[in-house]
């Protein structure tokens, strides 16, 4: 059985890859929809059947969907440079 990922140690995660702390991170709208939906997807199902039954699927789209799906907090909170 794969446990899920709690979205306070997703946001602990990201602090330590972008600097930014978890605290501010959980006050962004758009960080915390992407994450838990991210969070959500490999335990989807219908019917009572999982989309992803399998530890490798799960993972698989774990990884997928925190790529794919959320862009860098950095990159959305970082002021514009100018030459």
């Known amino acids: 059985m794969v446990e899920r990922v709690e ?4 946001l602990l995660i990201a602090e330590i ?3 930014i702390q978890a605290e501010r991170l959980a006050r962004m709208d758009r960080v915390v929809t992407l994450a838990q939906s ?3 997807a490999p335990f989807a199902g219908f019917g009572g059947v999982e989309l992803f039954p399998t ?3 799960k993972a698989a789209i774990y990884c997928a969907r925190l790529v794919t799906s959320t862009r860098s907090p950095t990159a959305i909170s ?3 440079t100018t030459s």
């Open 17 to 19: 890859h972008t600097g």
């Open 38 to 40: 991210a969070l959500a």
């Open 55 to 57: 530890f490798e699927d």
């Open 7 to 10: 979205l306070g140690d997703l």
């Open 78 to 80: 970082a002021p514009p």
